[in-house]
């Protein structure tokens, strides 16, 4: 019997998202959904996992299997799951503060073990969920509930970041332009490997700066524009030390598309099935063996 396709729909649970009316956030759901279902993966083959915030309540909109954890453990909780299941495509959908702030000692590790996993991070460039404090891509002079006089941190570059940790597929798409961003995040889940998809996604509640309005004519496709040689670690970096520009000269574009690709190195699930290989075949299987080498000789 032929299998029915499944829609777009077919990945959204019952539960409506209780986001303010205009959140970037919205259009990430229907990105991944169009995305999953054109990929032709199963929701039962899926897994969620986000931390705390806006953004991270995304999973709960889907009907996959998710997982809401600890804020900023999505990443190490996600690792979990692919190490114990490797046949499962695992998404962790978070949010700036999430990934950046709490969260950020675990991206350089998933990032540089090529662990086959998609991090779509929805940064608004603020902390939406505790009402308005500036997170780690804020602009300077931006006000938050906690810096009535603006600013003065240095943001970080999440696409610099992502690429010198050694992330293998790296791109920035804008919530505001669905069919770019629903190509990328396809492509992002479709790549074998530790993928990361900066995403800006406005929040019109609290962030009156990054608004659909300022990024509206702002963005420009860098593949478009004949970024082309993907696997050019130099070039993706050249392209990305452009990306804040627009913060401190009002003419900047944002660049978005395809920074970086890299599908030829082998991710940590495929190592360990070396590394399990090698202990079938060890002459000694007994754990009792590794256990007392272990043991920890006191001083
Ligand atoms: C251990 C811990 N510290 C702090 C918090 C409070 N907290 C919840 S969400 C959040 C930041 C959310 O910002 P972001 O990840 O950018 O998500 P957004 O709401 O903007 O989508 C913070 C600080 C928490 N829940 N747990
Ligand atoms: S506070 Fe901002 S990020 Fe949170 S739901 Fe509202 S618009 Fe979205
Ligand atoms: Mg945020």
Known sequence: MQELELQP????????????????????????????????????????VSGIGCSSR????????????????????????????????????????????????????????????????????????????????????LFGSLTPFGSIDTPINPISYMLTFGATFVAQTYAGNLKHMSDIVKKAIAHKGFSFVNIISPCPTFNKVDTFKYYKDKTIDINEQGHAELNNLQKALELASKDLEHYYTE?????????YEDTAKPTYEEKMKMVKAKYNASKDTNPQVFIDECKVVSV
């Not at 990945?11 to 959904?33: H, K, L, Q």
């Not at 003419?251 to 920074?259: D, L, Q, T």
């Open 9 to 48: 729909a077919d990945y959204r649970s019952d539960i409506e998202p209780t986001w303010c009316a205009g959140c970037g956030d919205f259009g990430v759901i229907s990105a991944i959904t169009k995305a999953l279902s054109e990929l032709k993966i199963k929701p039962e083959n899926v897994v969620s």
């Open 58 to 141: 995304l999973p709960l909109f889907l009907k996959n299997y998710s997982m809401h954890v600890l804020h900023g453990r999505a990443i190490p909780t996600a690792i979990g799951v692919k190490l114990a299941n490797p046949e499962l495509t695992i998404l962790v959908e978070a949010g700036d503060g999430d990934l950046f702030s709490i969260g950020s000692g675990h991206n350089p590790h998933a990032a540089r073990r090529n662990i086959d996993m998609t991090v779509m991070c929805m940064d608004n460039q603020v902390y939406g969920l505790t009402k308005n404090q500036i997170s780690p891509t804020s602009r300077e002079g």
């Open 251 to 259: 003419s900047a574009k944002v660049p978005i598309g395809i920074f």
